[in-house]
């Protein structure tokens, strides 16, 4: 016999999913973050990366709870890519060129909003869901929790310390980093360490971008061709 499925949830019930409300957390902690990083160096990185840790704990409460929703993954990935966009235009006013980062926002945005949209034309649940793919880097990314993390916490990690060095609007990017690498100090450490996963993610979004754009054409192809 048929289980009979539970009571319909309530739109409201869904806004204030556990995972859901630390996703309004994260809105509001890079929001003040944002509103002091140019006059706090040391309270917006600190806010910026908490609103990041908090990206790892909404997943985890989502799938903990059983609260997982399609509000919940926009929230998420809005909230990601709005968050990044802004420390990426706040570092291109700081170092020079300016136009790496600018170009770092554009493949960032374009490739996660190319590979969200290709996943509802091919009806996947997830935009994770990229079993399917000829690209070896790009299934280990997506299909491996661990070196997805690592990856885009390279990132954060190598921008956040990239602000934390800014001390003028004249700073030349490659001198920045080539005077801290040679220096044996933890901070070395780390931007030698992000710069690998860093390097990664900018690979896989441009394979992901690729991938979904090809995706976008063949639905075309294929529904031109039942016409």
Avoid at 43 to 51: A, G, T
Avoid at 173 to 201: E, H, M, P, R, Y
Wanted: glycine share 4%; net charge positive; aromatic share 12%.
């Amino acid at each position: 016999m048929a289980k009979k499925p539970g009571p319909r949830p309530s739109k409201l019930s869904v806004y204030l999913y556990i995972p859901n409300i630390i996703g309004y957390m994260r809105v509001l902690l890079n929001c003040v973050a944002f509103s002091q990083c140019l006059t706090n160096k040391m309270i917006f990185p600190i806010l910026y990366f908490l609103s990041f840790v908090c990206d790892a704990v909404d997943g985890w409460c989502a799938r903990k709870f059983n609260q997982v929703s399609t509000f919940g993954a926009v929230l998420d990935m809005v909230t990601d890519r709005i968050s990044t966009a802004c420390l990426l235009v706040v570092l291109s006013q700081v170092y020079k060129p300016g136009l790496i980062f600018l170009s770092l926002l554009a493949l960032d945005i374009a490739s996660h909003w190319l590979q969200m949209y290709s996943t509802f034309l091919l009806g996947k649940a997830s935009h994770k869901d990229v079993k399917d793919s000829s690209s070896w880097l790009f299934r280990l990314y997506y299909g491996n929790r661990m070196f997805m993390a690592y990856c885009c916490v390279s990132c954060e990690v190598l921008y956040l310390i990239l602000f934390y060095l800014s001390e003028k609007e004249t700073e030349k990017l490659v001198d920045v980093l080539s005077i801290n690498l040679q220096k044996i100090s933890l901070l070395s450490f780390l931007i030698g360490t992000s710069l690998f996963g860093w390097a990664v993610k900018q690979v896989v979004n441009i394979i992901q971008m690729k991938t979904a754009a090809d995706v976008c054409v063949l639905y075309d192809i294929d529904r031109k061709h039942k016409q």
